[in-house]
C-alpha cells in the first residue's frame, strides 16, 4: 500500500461507507448525525477527537463508560443488579442553530397538550366544538374520570413533558409524546457525568450547555405546584418502589432535588391531607412528584386493586390540600391518535401553526382513515393510542398475513384505539463496535418543564439508538444503547440563571434533611444486619477452611474435635449443613465451605447475605453514597466469576474478598458519613446482627463440656473466628481474667464492654442509638438483654454440663429476637393491610359483603417509564 | 297504567351497614349519597347520618353530575353504617316508543352519531365499552341477535327488556361484582345489576349510546301479606340514548319501563362510576358482613 492510500481520516472514512452502505440496504436515505447525505463530514472537530483515539481508544473508553455505569448502579434494579446500562461514549452534538428552531418546536407542542390537558378535565371545550373526537380520549385508558374538576395551581397543568423525537428525511419528528410521569431527566445527567470523564478533552473544548440548571428548573416547577399559601412545601417522589424500570433515575431525581424518596406505604391521608410517616412523627406532604401511573394513585376512587397508591389521595387532590405532578390522569394526551388533529387544534388554541409535528398519522376511529389503514397495512406502523397496550410499535411490513389478519379484525372491534403511522427513516448516528463505528436508528428523548406561563427544554436529552445496525426504528422494549446529549452554548444565558426559588419563612426551606420514612428506616437496618452477616459468616468460613488444611486427616485429635465442633456450629448459625465426610474426603468439606460462600440462592450463605444487603442498598441508594452500591457491585461480580469458574475454588481468596468489601463497607459507614438517622439504622442492625452470631457462637462453642485439651483449640477458634484472639493471649500472658480458658473467653466475648466484638459492647451501642425521647420501649428489650450480660456467676453456670451457660445463651438469644422484633414494631411497621370494598345493588338483605378480586389481570407494577 | 306515570312522592330511607370481625383502624369511602334532579324527579330533602363520626365528609360533582361523597374516619371501629334519607318527588310519563319506530337500530345510531347538538363528550362516555361493560364477541353477537339493526327503535327497546326478562333467570348469588357479561349470557342468569349491564352493552353494540341507572324502585309486597320494613332495594336499570339526545329508560329485570315507580339516585358508563359505596379499610384481616335496608315509601 502506497502512503497515498492511507485514508486521512480513516474512522470518518469507514463509518461514512458503513452509512452509504446501510442507506442502500435498506433502499432510503435516512440521514446521519454525523454524515452528510453527499458524505459530507459535519462537526469536523468532534471527528478529528475521535480519529486521534482511533478504535482501540474508543473501545477503551467504552470499557470505561461500563464499568463507570456498573459501579454507579445505574439501570441497575433490585432484587438483582439487574441488566447493564449501556452507554456509548460519543455524544450527539447539536448547536444553537440546529438546537433552537427544535426547541421551540417542543415548547409549542408542550403548551399545546397542556392546553389539551386542561381542557379534557374540564370545560372540554375542544370536543363540544368537534375539534378532537371525543373517542379518541373516552376509548383512551388515561382519561381517569375521577380525576375530572380536579387541578394544580399555576397556568398550566402539565408541569413536566418527554417527548420522543427522531429525524427523518424531512427533519424532526415526535414518535411519541410521555406525559403520565416522564423518567430519564436523571438518567440524562447520569450519563453526561459518565461521558464527561472519559471524553474529558471533547468536553472541555466543546463548551455544551450543562443540565444541573435544568434541576432548578424542575424544583421551581414543584414549588411553584404547591398549594395556595403555604411557601415552604414538603415534596417526595412517589416511587413504585426499588425494583421499578427506572428506580436508578428516580434515585438519582430525588437526590438531586432532597426529596424523600417514598413508596406507597410511607404516605397516608388523615383529615383530608396527605402525610408522610416518618418514625412516630407525621409530616404534611405538599407536592407528590409521582413516578406511578395515574391510575394506580388511589384504590379508592382508581384501581381498587392497586397497592402502589394512597387510598384517599385523589379527594385531597380535589380539595387542593396536594399537588400531583404531574397530575392525576395526565397520561390520556400520551396519545398517537391526537396527531391528524392537532395542527388545527394549535390554530384554534394557539392561533400558530403546529411546529412540530409526528409523521403522518391516521387515527381508525376515524372511517375513511380507517380504510386507508386496513389497505395499506403491510408498508405502516400500527400503534395503539394508548401505550398501556403493547407493543407499541407493529410495523405491518413484520406481519404474517395472517396476523394482519387478526389485526385488521382487533382494529374493526375497536377502531378508536387504533392509529397507524408511516415510516421514518429515523436517523442513524455512530455507535463503537468492536468492528469500528456503526450506523443506529436513533431516537431523541427530550424533556420540557413548565415555568410559569412557558416552558424550559432541558438543553440536552437522552438519546437512545438501535441495539444493532439492521432495525429501521428504535424500538425502546427491545433494548436500547443511550448516548449523552450536547446543546452548544450560545450567546444567550440559559433561562434558569434568572430562577429564584422563593425563600421559606423560616428560612430553612428545602435544605431541611428530608425525613427517614419507616421502609428506609427498615431497608438501612436490614442492610446493616446482612453487611454484618456476610462478614460473620465469611470469618467462619475462612477459620473453618484453615482447621480443614490442618486437621481434617487427623481423626481423633483436638484439632479434629474441634473442627467438627466449628462445623456443628456453622450448620445451627447458617442453616446450611457443614460436616465431615464419615471417609474424611476433605473433597466434600471444600464443597460445603464452597456452597456456604457462593451459592446465592441458599438462605444463610455469604453470597445470599450479600445479595440481601445489595437489595437493601439499591432500595435506598438515595440516602447512600455511589461507593456503598459500587463496592457491592464489584463484590457481586467477583462471586459471580467464582461461581462460573472452573478453577480450583479458593476458600481463602473468596472469604478474604469478602472480608475486605464488607471492612470497606463499615468503613465508609464508620468514618464517612454524619452520625444521623441513616447511620442510626445501619449500625443498629450491625450491632443487633453481631450480639445475635456472637451469642450464637458462644452457644455452640463453649456451652458444653469437653476434654481440656480440645476445650483449648475450640475456645482459641471461638476468639479467632471473633477476631479477639490476640486480645485474649496477651490477657492470659499478663494474668487478665479467669485461668479457664471458656471462662476467660467468655468474659471477653460476653461481658467486656470495650471489646468492639463483645456482646455486651453492642447492645451498650443500641442503648446509645434509642436514648431519645421516643426510645423508651427499645431501650427496656435492650435492657433486658443486657442484665444478662451483666455480674454473670461464673462458678454457678459452668458447674457440672454447663447447663447454666446454656440456659443463660438461650435466654439472651430470645431477648435479642424481642428486641429486634421491638426496633421492627417501633419504626418500621408498614400500616395495616387495606381492601378494597363495594356494594354490590342486590335486591335484599345479608348477603356477604363483596370484595374486588381479580377482575383485572395485575400488571407487574404501575411504574411509569 | 296511567297512575304509574303521573307525579308521586317518595321517601326513601336507605340503611347499608358493615360489621368487620376485626377493629378497622381507618376507613375511606367514596359514596353516592345524594340523590341526583332529572327531567322527571326533583329531590326534595335529603339526609345523610354516618356512624361512627366521619372525620372528612365532602360532596362534589362527578364528570357525569352526579353527587358523589368522600368519607374519611380514623375512630376505629366494627361497625360503619351509612344512612341516607331523602324525599323525591317523581313524575315519569311514558315514552312514546311508537315515535322512536321511525328510525331502525342503524338509523338511530347513525342519526346520533351525525347530530352535532348532541354532547360529543356523553355521547362517547355512553357508547364505548367500559370495564365492566366490556363488548368482545360472545357481547356483540348477543346483541346483534337481540336487536337486528333493521328493528325499528321502539321495538327494540321493548325486546331487550322483554327478552332479557324472559330468558335470564333472576338469581341472586351466582354472580358478584367480578363476573364478567360473557359469563352472565353463559350462565343465563343474574340479579339486576347484570341484566342492566347487558341491556347497556346491546345498546352500545349496536351503535346506541346507553347509560347504567343507580337507584330505588318502589315495591309491593307479595299478595296477602303486609309489606315490611327494609324489604325494598337498590335497584339498577339502563337508559338509552334515542334521536335527538333524549333518554328512555327501561328495566330488564321487572320486564317493563321505568315509571315513576323509579328514583334516580346516579348514572354512569356502568356500576363502577356509581356504586352506591365503596371503600378501602385498614385492618388486620377477619371477614365483614353486610347488611342493607332500604325502604320507599309513597307519601302521597
Redesign the interface.
Same mark, same amino acid.
Given at each position: 500500500m502506497s502512503l497515498a492510500e492511507v485514508p486521512r481520516a480513516p474512522l470518518a472514512e469507514r463509518y461514512a461507507a458503513a452509512v452509504a452502505q446501510r442507506r442502500a440496504a435498506q433502499g432510503h436515505s435516512a440521514p446521519d448525525e454525523t454524515i452528510g447525505l453527499d458524505g459530507e463530514i459535519r462537526a469536523a472537530k468532534t471527528w478529528e477527537y475521535l480519529e486521534g483515539l482511533g478504535t482501540q481508544g474508543l473501545m477503551a473508553r467504552r470499557r470505561e463508560v461500563a464499568r463507570l455505569a456498573r459501579d454507579e448502579g445505574i439501570g441497575a434494579t433490585a432484587p438483582a443488579l439487574g441488566p447493564r446500562w449501556q452507554v456509548d461514549p460519543i455524544p450527539l452534538i447539536f448547536d444553537q442553530d440546529e438546537w433552537a428552531p427544535l426547541a421551540e418546536g417542543l415548547q409549542q407542542r408542550a403548551r399545546l397538550l397542556d392546553a389539551i390537558l386542561t381542557d379534557l378535565y374540564g370545560e372540554r371545550r375542544l370536543l363540544k366544538s368537534h375539534l378532537l373526537p371525543a373517542e379518541l380520549f373516552l376509548g383512551h385508558d388515561g382519561y381517569l374520570l375521577p380525576a375530572d374538576g380536579v387541578t394544580i395551581p399555576g397556568p398550566r397543568q402539565l408541569p413536566v413533558a418527554g417527548a420522543d423525537i427522531a429525524r427523518g428525511p424531512d427533519g424532526w419528528v415526535v414518535m411519541t409524546d410521555r406525559t403520565q410521569a416522564p423518567a430519564g431527566i436523571g438518567y440524562a445527567l447520569a450519563n453526561r457525568r459518565l461521558i464527561t470523564r472519559v471524553m474529558e478533552p471533547l468536553f472541555r473544548a466543546s463548551r455544551a450547555s450543562t443540565l444541573r440548571g435544568f434541576f432548578d428548573v424542575m424544583q421551581h416547577a414543584l414549588h411553584r405546584a404547591a398549594p395556595p399559601g403555604v411557601t415552604s412545601p414538603r415534596i417526595v417522589l412517589l416511587s413504585p418502589g426499588p425494583s421499578s424500570e427506572t428506580a436508578y433515575d428516580q434515585a438519582l431525581v430525588a437526590t438531586l432535588l432532597g426529596h424523600p424518596l417514598v413508596v406507597a406505604d410511607d404516605l397516608m391521608v388523615r383529615d383530608g391531607a396527605v402525610w408522610l410517616r416518618a418514625g412516630g412523627r407525621r409530616l404534611r406532604v405538599h407536592v407528590i412528584q409521582r413516578r406511578v401511573d395515574g391510575d394506580w394513585m388511589d384504590s379508592l376512587e382508581l384501581r381498587p386493586e392497586s397497592r402502589l397508591g394512597v387510598p384517599g389521595l385523589m379527594a385531597a387532590a380535589r380539595r387542593g390540600v396536594v399537588s400531583v405532578v404531574n397530575p392525576i390522569g395526565a397520561g390520556v394526551v400520551e396519545n398517537i391518535g391526537m396527531a391528524p388533529y392537532l395542527n388545527r387544534v394549535a390554530r384554534e388554541v394557539l392561533g400558530e401553526d403546529l411546529k412540530l409535528a409526528a409523521p403522518q398519522t391516521w387515527w381508525c376511529g376515524d372511517p375513511a382513515s380507517r380504510s386507508h389503514v386496513l389497505t395499506n397495512m403491510e408498508r405502516l406502523v400500527l400503534r395503539p393510542i394508548s401505550r398501556s397496550n403493547r407493543p407499541t410499535l407493529r410495523p405491518g411490513w413484520e406481519m404474517t398475513a395472517a396476523a394482519r389478519e387478526q389485526m385488521a379484525a382487533q382494529i374493526e372491534a375497536e377502531p378508536w384505539a387504533w392509529a397507524a403511522q408511516e415510516l421514518i427513516d429515523s436517523s442513524t448516528a455512530p455507535v463503537i463496535t468492536k468492528e469500528g463505528l456503526s450506523p443506529r436508528a436513533m431516537v431523541l428523548r427530550t424533556f420540557r418543564i413548565a415555568v410559569d406561563d412557558d416552558y424550559v427544554v432541558m438543553p440536552g436529552g437522552l438519546a437512545k439508538v438501535a441495539s444493532n445496525e439492521k432495525k429501521p426504528v428504535v424500538q425502546t422494549e427491545r433494548g436500547v444503547i443511550t448516548k449523552d446529549v450536547w446543546v452548544l452554548e450560545g450567546a444567550q444565558d440559559p433561562v434558569w440563571s434568572f430562577l429564584r426559588l422563593v425563600p421559606s419563612e423560616e428560612g430553612t426551606g428545602i435544605a431541611t434533611m428530608p425525613a427517614l420514612t419507616p421502609r428506609a428506616a427498615g431497608d438501612l437496618y436490614w442492610l446493616g444486619r446482612y453487611a454484618e452477616r456476610a462478614e460473620s459468616t465469611a470469618r467462619l468460613v475462612a477459620v473453618a477452611d484453615n482447621l480443614v488444611d490442618d486437621h481434617i486427616s487427623r481423626p481423633g485429635s483436638a484439632g479434629h474435635t474441634a473442627l467438627e465442633t466449628l462445623l456443628d456450629a456453622v450448620s445451627q448459625l447458617t442453616g446450611v449443613t457443614a460436616r465431615i465426610d464419615p471417609d474424611d474426603r476433605q473433597g466434600a468439606v471444600i464443597e460445603q465451605l464452597r456452597t456456604l460462600l457462593i451459592d446465592q440462592d441458599r438462605l444463610g450463605t455469604v453470597s445470599f447475605a450479600v445479595e440481601r444487603t445489595t437489595q437493601n442498598a439499591l432500595s435506598v441508594r438515595e440516602l447512600l453514597s455511589p461507593e456503598t452500591v459500587g463496592i457491592l457491585g464489584s463484590l457481586t461480580d467477583r462471586l459471580d466469576q467464582e461461581r462460573e469458574s472452573d478453577d480450583l475454588f479458593d476458600a481463602q481468596g473468596v472469604s478474604s474478598a469478602v472480608l475486605q468489601s464488607c471492612l470497606a463497607l463499615a468503613g465508609i459507614f464508620g468514618e464517612s458519613i454524619v452520625r444521623d438517622e441513616i447511620w442510626l439504622f445501619v449500625d443498629a442492625g450491625r450491632r443487633l446482627e453481631r450480639a445475635q452470631a456472637m451469642v450464637g457462637l458462644l452457644r455452640h462453642t463453649i456451652a458444653e463440656l469437653r476434654s481440656p485439651v480440645a476445650e483449648a483449640v475450640i475456645v482459641e477458634m471461638a476468639l479467632r473466628v471473633s477476631d479477639s484472639l490476640i486480645t485474649y493471649r496477651r490477657r492470659m500472658a499478663a494474668g487478665v481474667g479467669s485461668v479457664v480458658p471458656a471462662i476467660a473467653a467468655l468474659e471477653l466475648l460476653l461481658e467486656d464492654a470495650t471489646n468492639p466484638r463483645s456482646v455486651r459492647y453492642q447492645l451498650d451501642r443500641l442503648v446509645h442509638h434509642f436514648s431519645g425521647d421516643d426510645g423508651a420501649p427499645i431501650r427496656s428489650a435492650v435492657e433486658a438483654a443486657r442484665e444478662l450480660t451483666t455480674d454473670v456467676d461464673h462458678d454457678a453456670i459452668f458447674t457440672g454440663n454447663r447447663e447454666g451457660l446454656a440456659n443463660l445463651l438461650t435466654d439472651l438469644d430470645l431477648r435479642l429476637r424481642d428486641l429486634s422484633r421491638t426496633i421492627e414494631r417501633e419504626h418500621f411497621a408498614p400500616q395495616r393491610p387495606s381492601r378494597a370494598f363495594a356494594v354490590p345493588e342486590r335486591e335484599g338483605t345479608g348477603q356477604a359483603a363483596q370484595r374486588w378480586s381479580g377482575d383485572e389481570a395485575d400488571r407487574p407494577d404501575g411504574a411509569a417509564s | 297504567m296511567n297512575g304509574l306515570h303521573g307525579p308521586r312522592r317518595y321517601s326513601v330511607h336507605h340503611l347499608?351497614e358493615?360489621s368487620y370481625e376485626e377493629d378497622v383502624?381507618?376507613s375511606?369511602?367514596?359514596a353516592m349519597l345524594r340523590p341526583r334532579d332529572t327531567p322527571q324527579q326533583r329531590v326534595d330533602q335529603h339526609e345523610v347520618a354516618i356512624s361512627p363520626e366521619p372525620?372528612?365528609l365532602?360532596e362534589?360533582?362527578?364528570?357525569f353530575g352526579n353527587y358523589s361523597h368522600?368519607v374519611?374516619i380514623?375512630n376505629p371501629h366494627t361497625t360503619l353504617a351509612v344512612t341516607k334519607t331523602s324525599t323525591i318527588d317523581v313524575e315519569w310519563p311514558l315514552p312514546d316508543l311508537g315515535a322512536l319506530n321511525a328510525w331502525t337500530v342503524a338509523e338511530a345510531a347513525a342519526a346520533i352519531c351525525a347530530d352535532?347538538a348532541i354532547?360529543? #363528550?356523553e355521547?362517547?362516555?355512553f357508547?364505548?365499552?367500559s370495564?365492566i361493560v366490556t363488548?368482545g364477541e360472545t357481547e356483540?353477537g348477543f346483541a346483534e341477535e337481540l336487536l337486528p339493526s333493521s328493528m325499528p327503535l321502539g321495538e327494540a327497546i321493548e325486546t331487550a327488556y322483554r327478552r332479557i326478562y324472559a330468558e335470564f333467570t333472576y338469581t341472586?348469588?351466582v354472580t358478584?361484582?367480578?363476573t364478567t357479561l360473557p359469563e352472565v349470557i353463559a350462565a343465563r342468569e343474574g340479579?339486576?345489576?347484570d341484566f342492566a349491564h347487558l341491556a347497556v352493552a346491546s345498546f352500545r353494540a349496536v351503535g346506541i349510546p346507553a347509560r347504567y341507572v343507580?337507584g330505588y324502585i318502589e315495591t309491593s309486597a307479595p299478595a296477602g301479606q303486609v309489606k315490611l320494613e327494609?324489604?325494598d332495594?337498590?335497584?339498577?336499570w339502563a337508559s338509552v340514548m334515542v334521536p335527538g339526545g333524549g333518554w328512555v329508560d327501561l328495566d330488564p329485570t321487572n320486564d317493563h319501563l321505568a315509571d315513576s315507580r323509579y328514583l334516580v339516585t346516579a348514572w354512569g358508563r356502568d #356500576?363502577r362510576?356509581v356504586?352506591?359505596?365503596?371503600?378501602?379499610?385498614?385492618?388486620?384481616?377477619g371477614?365483614?358482613?353486610?347488611?342493607?335496608?332500604v325502604t320507599v315509601k309513597r307519601l302521597d
Open positions: - | 347499608t358493615y383502624t381507618m375511606f369511602g367514596r372525620d372528612v365532602e362534589s360533582r362527578d364528570a368522600y374519611e380514623s352535532p354532547d360529543p #363528550f355521547r362517547a362516555a357508547q364505548l365499552p370495564r363488548l356483540r341472586k348469588g358478584s361484582i367480578s340479579v339486576c345489576q343507580s327494609g324489604s332495594a337498590s335497584h339498577a #356500576f362510576d356504586s352506591p359505596l365503596k371503600g378501602i379499610v385498614f385492618t388486620d384481616g371477614s365483614s358482613k353486610l347488611r342493607v335496608a
